[in-house]
């Protein structure tokens, strides 16, 4: 990964943070040639980065890395379906919680949702039909509205940092 010429360019404005849209692997080998350089840049990412990966790519470098998540925090208890997808993903026996794996829980909720919603003959335009009148279902603390304009489903972001142990601190 050639991040050389970001890291000159972006370094000589001395920035006071940075926030990246990349893989894991881009932004772990910038983040370190950045501080291999001096830079003291606050550095953030989106959650598309692989937050685990991440972490794991730049050990003790990643320490106060920030990241937005569009999940709740996995290892939390205070949102209902975090801790469904924790006893079901330990009934499973599935390894340690990540974000990853509770956004893709979260997808399989919602799935299964416009397919109950859909009814019996299930066509493409039944099953779409059917999402985009989803309005504040609740999945279980967690929020979802589609329409014929928004896709997304929902405005949930929260912010954590890569801590000293690798983990994540929200």
Same mark, same amino acid.
Not at 47 to 55: E, N, Q, R, W
Not at 155 to 162: A, E, P, R, S
């Given at each position: 990964?050639?991040?050389?010429?970001? $890291?000159?360019?972006?370094?000589?404005?001395?920035?006071?943070?940075?926030?990246?849209?990349?893989? !894991? #692997?881009?932004?772990?080998? *910038?983040?370190?040639?950045?501080? =291999?350089? @001096?830079?003291? +840049?606050?550095?953030?990412?989106?959650?598309?980065?692989?937050?685990?990966?991440?972490?794991?790519?730049?050990?003790?470098?990643?320490? @106060? $890395?920030g990241i937005s998540q569009?999940?709740?925090?996995?290892?939390?208890?205070?949102?209902?379906?975090? =801790?469904? !997808?924790?006893?079901?993903?330990?009934?499973?026996?599935?390894?340690?919680?990540?974000?990853? +794996?509770m956004e893709g829980f979260?997808?399989?909720?919602?799935?299964?949702?416009?397919?109950?919603? #859909?009814?019996? /003959?299930?066509?493409?335009?039944? *099953?779409?039909?059917?999402?985009e009148k989803m309005q /504040?279902?609740?999945?279980?603390? *967690?929020?979802?509205?589609?329409?014929?304009?928004?896709?997304?489903?929902? =405005?949930?972001?929260?912010?954590?940092?890569?801590?000293? /142990?690798? =983990?994540?601190?929200?």
């Amino acid at each position: 990964v050639k991040v050389e010429n970001a $890291v000159k360019t972006i370094n000589a404005s001395q920035p006071d943070a940075v926030v990246m849209i990349s893989a !894991y #692997t881009s932004c772990a080998e *910038f983040i370190r040639q950045m501080r =291999k350089a @001096g830079s003291a +840049a606050q550095f953030y990412n989106v959650s598309f980065v692989g937050s685990k990966a991440l972490a794991s790519a730049l050990g003790q470098e990643g320490v @106060g $890395v920030g990241i937005s998540q569009v999940v709740p925090f996995p290892w939390g208890l205070a949102v209902p379906v975090v =801790k469904e !997808y924790q006893q079901l993903s330990k009934k499973a026996g599935s390894p340690d919680a990540d974000f990853g +794996a509770m956004e893709g829980f979260l997808v399989a909720k919602v799935f299964v949702e416009g397919l109950k919603r #859909t009814g019996r /003959d299930v066509t493409r335009e039944k *099953f779409i039909d059917a999402m985009e009148k989803m309005q /504040d279902v609740d999945l279980g603390g *967690f929020f979802v509205t589609y329409t014929p304009n928004n896709h997304a489903g929902s =405005k949930f972001v929260d912010l954590t940092i890569i801590a000293r /142990d690798g =983990k994540f601190l929200r």
